[in-house]
């Protein structure tokens, strides 16, 4: 069977100048590495977990140097600074998708195309939804972030010792409810759920009911040096086959630019700005904070 271009097969290019890209696979390299030719192969693939380490430490010191000269900052347009980019980054891939493939009939089954494919969406929507399934990970993050300054501004004790990140989750419920549907009559305490019935399943609920949390509507980081984090009574990012796979990163992105953070500098709140849930969590005034230069 011969091959055609455009065909789904592996990158990589044939035969030119000769030996195509064998000499570069050959090529020698330290035996405890895997070697320039499959590193350039595969980064396109994948990143490793230390590169991505190295990435989230990097935009995170970036970010605090460029508040060096600044007496204050919106916390909030700060945490989300790569959003604008991010949307006009998926809209050239969708407008360059759609030129190529009026060009070609070569036929892709990633996501995107299959995404284009669908008739019954527009074209806003089509955007719409890559956006949303990127920022699900992103706007997330970026209010956990605000909600860690936001609460830490409020409590020096536990920035000096830096037992926050569940504690936010908890008390700032970044996720307050998620959507479920009975597949099937469901029996729950007394109740009956019908088949085909939508529940939502509250997570804020659970973790401000002081039956469960005790003096739940205080922000008290210690509870969880005793406390079980990973209870059915703790599900900021839901739980079972739907349970966020993002959330150790979120945890990791957090805890990198805190410790950058707290190395550098102190802050006050400029005002009173209490997250509301509407119910997507948003600091009304954005988070508008005053900023102390300090060193360690
Ligand atoms: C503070 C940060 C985050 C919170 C609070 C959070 C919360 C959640 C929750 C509650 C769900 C479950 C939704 C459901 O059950 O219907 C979920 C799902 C998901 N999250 Fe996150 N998330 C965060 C960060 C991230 C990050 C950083 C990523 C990716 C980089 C991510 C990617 C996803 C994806 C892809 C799903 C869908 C999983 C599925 O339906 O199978 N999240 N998240």
């Not at 936010?168 to 029996?187: Q, S, T």
């Not at 002081?210 to 040096?225: G, I, K, N, T, Y």
Request: proline share 4%; charged share 25%.
């Amino acid at each position: 069977m011969f091959l055609k271009l455009g065909d789904n097969v592996p990158k990589g290019s044939f035969g030119w100048p000769i030996l195509g890209e064998t000499l570069g696979f050959l090529k020698p390299h330290p035996s405890n590495t895997i070697g320039a030719f499959l590193q350039d192969h595969c980064s396109s693939i994948t990143k490793s977990k230390p590169e991505f380490f190295n990435d989230i430490e990097r935009i995170a010191v970036q970010i605090l140097n460029s508040w060096k000269d600044k007496q204050q900052v919106m916390f909030c347009e700060e945490a989300r600074k790569a959003r604008s980019r991010i949307s006009s980054r998926v809209k050239a891939i969708i407008e360059e998708r759609r030129s190529r493939n009026g060009r070609s009939c070569g036929v892709r089954n990633d996501f995107l195309e299959i995404l284009l494919s669908v008739d019954t969406l527009s074209e806003d929507e089509k955007v719409s939804f890559v956006l949303d399934s990127l920022l699900g990970g992103y706007e997330t993050t970026s209010l956990l972030m605000a909600m860690v300054v936001h609460l830490l501004g409020q409590s020096p004790t536990a920035s000096e010792q830096l037992k926050v990140i569940n504690e936010a989750l908890r008390y700032g419920n970044i996720v307050k409810f998620v959507h479920r549907k009975a597949l099937k009559d469901v029996k729950f305490r007394d109740h009956l759920i019908p088949s085909g019935w939508k529940v939502l399943p509250v997570f804020t609920a659970v973790h401000l009911d002081s039956s469960v949390h005790a003096d739940a509507l205080q922000f008290h980081p210690w509870r969880w040096e005793a406390q079980d984090q990973t209870c059915k009574k703790f599900t900021p990012f839901g739980g079972g086959s739907r349970c966020c796979p993002g959330s150790e990163l979120a945890k990791i992105e957090i805890a990198f630019f805190l410790h950058h953070l707290l190395q550098n500098f102190r802050w006050t709140a400029e005002d009173v700005d209490q997250p509301m849930a509407y119910p997507y969590v948003e600091f009304g005034k954005g988070l508008l904070i005053n900023l102390d230069r300090c060193s360690i």
